[in-house]
């Protein structure tokens, strides 16, 4: 119970901006290393560089760049020489994510601010006036437009804790539901894997809980194929909302409520005082967590034990140790 119950992360792919990994592709000739991604994620997954700049045919270092004009189709130009970049970016980006279907990615990581890379606010310029983040990169939104349902993330907003375990956490979640495909299985298969990821889904969203365990129900009525596109789709739709302290409480209380018979006293008060003390955010998630935890291994209850709620990612990342 106390280590990630996965096996895929060893060869779990990420697409990561190039010069986050170190490597000097930047329009200055630099790079913009980070540490975060390659000294700890990089135990666990392999990258996948890419430079759209790169690429696509630019130099390194090259004339830095801007977005101009419209935010919903901006326009990728050079900033002295006001060379219009735009189609031979968008040209490279069209090709390159068809190659990326190959790849099997379980999600990507974007450089912030960037004119093709940033995923989040990236500034656009209009003629006269102030530049308004209201923008995407333009081979971040062509990759978040190919690939609808894989996680995605800035390195900059991964600074934030609630941000970090989101995103990592539906990045495993991915790569299992990748493995489960790619067995091959039937709907035996996909209601265990719905029965494991029960209480993550129920910690996300209530409402896709239940639309989701209606769905696996009436499972047989429904062509295979479509049955797992409407699975991922949902499945993927709920890890994306935020498991936030009230939902893990409610979750808590959920897993509570299979000792009720079991605990003493003694064991019921402290419990409630530590989901209590979580709730107030007094202690991180990981407190109430590992208290369950040794319950589920002492009382013996196997269901509990298979719940990819308790263990969703490697406990070396420490990421329920700050939310």
């Known amino acids: 119970m106390d280590s990630y119950q996965g096996n895929r992360e060893s060869t779990m792919t990420i697409g990561v901006s190039a010069c986050l990994l170190g490597q000097k592709v930047r329009y200055d000739g630099g790079h913009k290393h980070d540490s975060y991604i390659t000294d700890t994620l990089g135990r666990f997954f392999r990258f996948l560089p890419l430079c759209p700049e790169v690429e696509c045919g630019m130099t390194a270092p090259r004339e830095p760049m801007r977005l101009e004009g419209d935010p919903a189709s901006p326009r990728l130009v050079t900033n002295k020489s006001r060379t219009d970049m735009t189609q031979q970016m968008l040209s490279y980006c069209d090709r390159r994510v068809r190659e990326l279907e190959a790849e099997d990615l379980c999600g990507f990581i974007f450089k912030k601010d960037s004119p093709s890379s940033g995923l989040y606010r990236v500034k656009v310029y209009a003629p006269g006036?102030?530049?308004?983040?209201?923008?995407?990169?333009?081979?971040?939104?062509?990759?978040?437009?190919?690939?609808?349902?894989?996680?995605?993330?800035?390195?900059?907003?991964?600074?934030?804790?609630?941000?970090?375990?989101?995103?990592?956490?539906?990045?495993?979640?991915?790569?299992?539901?990748?493995?489960?495909?790619?067995?091959?299985?039937?709907?035996?298969?996909?209601?265990?894997?719905h029965t494991r990821h029960k209480l993550q889904i129920m910690a996300h969203s209530t409402a896709l809980y239940?639309?989701?365990?209606?769905?696996?129900?009436?499972?047989?009525?429904?062509?295979?194929?479509?049955?797992?596109?409407?699975?991922?789709?949902?499945?993927?739709?709920?890890?994306?909302?935020?498991?936030?302290?009230?939902?893990?409480?409610?979750?808590?209380?959920?897993?509570?409520?299979?000792?009720?018979?079991?605990?003493?006293?003694?064991?019921?008060?402290?419990?409630?005082?530590?989901?209590?003390?979580?709730?107030?955010?007094?202690?991180?998630?990981?407190?109430?967590?590992?208290?369950l935890k040794h319950y589920v291994a002492k009382y013996g209850r196997e269901y509990l034990g298979q719940q990819y709620y308790l263990s969703p990612h490697p406990s070396e990342l420490m990421l329920r140790n700050h939310v």
């Open 129 to 193: 006036a102030m530049p308004t983040r209201s923008g995407s990169g333009l081979f971040a939104a062509t990759v978040a437009r190919h690939f609808p349902l894989l996680p995605l993330e800035e390195e900059g907003r991964l600074n934030d804790p609630s941000l970090r375990e989101n995103f990592i956490e539906r990045v495993f979640a991915y790569g299992r539901w990748k493995d489960l495909l790619g067995t091959g299985g039937g709907l035996g298969d996909l209601l265990g894997f």
């Open 210 to 291: 239940r639309e989701l365990g209606t769905l696996v129900a009436h499972g047989r009525e429904l062509p295979w194929q479509e049955l797992v596109q409407r699975y991922e789709a949902m499945f993927m739709k709920a890890l994306a909302l935020h498991a936030t302290i009230a939902k893990n409480c409610n979750v808590l209380q959920h897993i509570m409520g299979y000792f009720k018979k079991d605990l003493s006293r003694e064991e019921k008060e402290e419990l409630l005082e530590v989901i209590d003390q979580y709730r107030n955010r007094l202690v991180p998630l990981v407190v109430p967590l590992t208290l």
